[in-house]
Nanobody, 124 residues
Framework: QVQLVESGGGLVQAGGSLRLACAVSGLSFNWHSLGWFRQAVRKDREFVGAVPWNDGNTVYADSVQGRFTIARDNARNTVYLQMNNLTSEDTAIYYC?????????????????WGQGTQVTVAS
């Protein structure tokens, strides 16, 4: 059974930082690209960033480039999302997802497996 479990969400003041973690089990972690998405109230789920399984470049949405960093720990089957300089616009439920895809990592449709999400709230 594939499981992706996010943790690390919470309430933070604007300008602060949070680190999310996503623990993955039940699949070949080393052979899956890992993505982070978010969904704010009354908005569609949007791409945040993704790290491919093949040592390729990590990609980010323009809105988080330079503030967010994704790292994967293949020994722990865990992917992290370090979020710095948070603003109220970053308030959302954050989801991690896994896919064998490399090319279409920005699309929600490319991902086969999803976590349940963790809430991030940034107080202005």
């Amino acid at each position: 059974q594939v499981q992706l479990v996010e943790s690390g969400g919470g309430l933070v003041q604007a300008g602060g930082s949070l680190r999310l973690a996503c623990a993955v089990s039940g699949l070949s972690f080393n052979w899956h690209s890992l993505g982070w998405f978010r969904q704010a109230v009354r908005k569609d789920r949007e791409f945040v960033g993704a790290v491919p399984w093949n040592d390729g470049n990590t990609v980010y949405a323009d809105s988080v480039q330079g503030r967010f960093t994704i790292a994967r720990d293949n020994a722990r089957n865990t992917v992290y999302l370090q979020m710095n300089n948070l603003t109220s616009e970053d308030t959302a439920i954050y989801y991690c997802a896994a896919t064998r895809n490399i090319v279409e990592m920005r699309s929600t449709a490319a991902y086969e497996h999803w976590g349940q999400g963790t809430q991030v709230t940034v107080a202005s």
